[in-house]
């Protein structure tokens, strides 16, 4: 099954990025530390490719520290970029954003107002990166992609200015493979994909990067060679068998996909920087 999500609002957000684009100083992207690349949005390459950029890793906290910081130093070495990481442990300050800001040699004064795009995929926690560098609540968040539905304008600091934007995606997701990593991590709505398709290729992963995460959750003392096998331990562990002893795939699906998305298997990172 080939994924693709890119309903009505989205549209409508992508066309009023472009005119916020011609208003606004910088654009702080917002991509999931477990995915990265696959987590970009090519749009944003083109709705504004002259703007500074600031990407921020969300999400630290549930992927993998060594592959985050390699991942750090690469967007740190682009031009006119720079990076930050976000966790629930630590969270990105004021302070660090004004940092990062001075340091793509961009002024910050009493004279001079500015304007930042906060963009990025559904549900990789744009409002509440706004949120945490605001020190109140003025997005509103949940766990769930597209809560925002419109842009956003909050005042950061005299003269600063944040604005918050829907998780857009594009209209086609031309690799597919990238497509299954933001379905597995939840970028995309379950209404969308086929998860028992999803969790499938989630197991394979799993089996090939973290078979012993798979068997300390799930309690798997037999070595586990295939997805398949994969799916019955979890099938097993979590009692979802129906009468006859038929595994409920859709339930071992959900139970799989959510322990990933939670944090339950460990910390993961589905892929890593180019090494060119």
Not at 68 to 81: G, L, V
Not at 194 to 202: G, K, L, N
């Amino acid at each position: 099954m080939a994924i693709t999500w890119f309903p009505g609002h989205m549209n409508k957000a992508t066309k009023e990025l472009r005119k916020l684009a011609k208003v606004s100083d910088l654009v702080i992207e917002l991509l999931d530390a477990r995915a990265p690349n696959a987590s970009r949005n090519p749009l944003l390459a083109s709705i504004a490719p002259e703007l500074p950029r600031i990407y921020v890793l969300s999400k630290a906290d549930l992927a993998d520290q060594e592959t985050t910081a390699q991942w750090y130093d690469y967007f740190k070495q682009q031009e006119s970029k720079t990076c930050l990481i976000s966790s629930i442990e630590n969270p990105i300050s004021a302070g660090n954003l004004l940092a990062a800001i001075i340091n793509l040699s961009i002024e910050i004064s009493a004279n001079s107002s500015k304007q930042m795009i906060v963009a990025g995929i559904p549900n990789v926690g744009k409002s509440t990166f706004i949120n945490k560098i605001c020190g109140r609540k003025v997005a509103k968040t949940g766990n769930e992609p597209a809560i925002t539905k419109r842009h956003q304008r909050v005042k950061l600091l005299e003269n600063v200015y944040l604005v918050d934007t829907p998780g857009m995606m594009w209209p086609k997701l031309e690799d597919q493979e990238a497509a299954y990593k933001l379905a597995a991590i939840g970028t995309i709505r379950n209404t969308a994909i086929d998860s028992e398709e999803i969790a499938w290729f989630t197991a394979e992963y799993l089996l090939e990067h973290q078979t012993g995460a798979l068997k300390n959750r799930y309690g798997v003392t037999a070595e586990l060679q295939t997805a398949e096998q994969v799916i019955e331990a979890i099938a097993k562990a979590s009692g979802a068998k129906n009468k006859g002893s038929r595994i409920n795939h859709h339930k071992v699906s959900e139970t799989l996909l959510n322990d990933l998305r939670s944090g339950k298997l460990g910390h993961f990172s589905l892929e890593s920087p180019p090494t060119d």
